[in-house]
């Protein structure tokens, strides 16, 4: 039973910094891509950035050089490190696990088959 379990998420002013986490279990961690999703109200779930085991990351061109996905093997666990947020970041984060895992790692919503119920980041 794979279960996937986000915190850190939060109100935060514009230019600040947020990190999020997102708890793994029931998957064979250190084989799998994992990925984070946002979805801003009234649109389409989208990927912000994805690792594969060997910690070869993927990221949308909107957020490159402001967020960096990294995981800890040995914690199961994934972050997501936020900084000089924008408005436009507001949005629910969701991790997720794909159900293949290439370079570079997807970032297609239809390639993951696996969800945790999200932790919402606003920037105001």
């Known amino acids: 039973h794979v279960q996937l379990v986000e915190s850190g998420g939060g109100s935060v002013e514009v230019g600040g910094s947020l990190r999020l986490s997102c708890a793994a279990s029931?998957?064979?961690?250190?084989?799998?891509?994992m990925g984070w999703f946002l979805q801003a109200p009234g649109k389409v779930r989208e990927g912000v950035a994805a690792i594969d085991s060997g910690g070869f990351a993927n990221y949308a061109y909107s957020v490159k050089g402001r967020f960096t996905i990294s995981k800890d093997n040995a914690k199961n666990t994934l972050y997501l490190q936020m900084n000089s947020l924008k408005p436009e970041d507001t949005a629910m984060y969701y991790c997720?696990?794909?159900?293949?895992?290439?370079?570079?790692?997807?970032?297609?919503?239809?390639?993951?088959?696996?969800w945790g119920q999200g932790t919402q980041v606003t920037v105001s």
């Open positions: 997720a696990v794909p159900r293949g895992c290439w370079r570079p790692p997807p970032l297609v919503l239809t390639e993951y088959n696996y």
């Open positions: 029931g998957i064979t961690y250190g084989s799998n891509c």
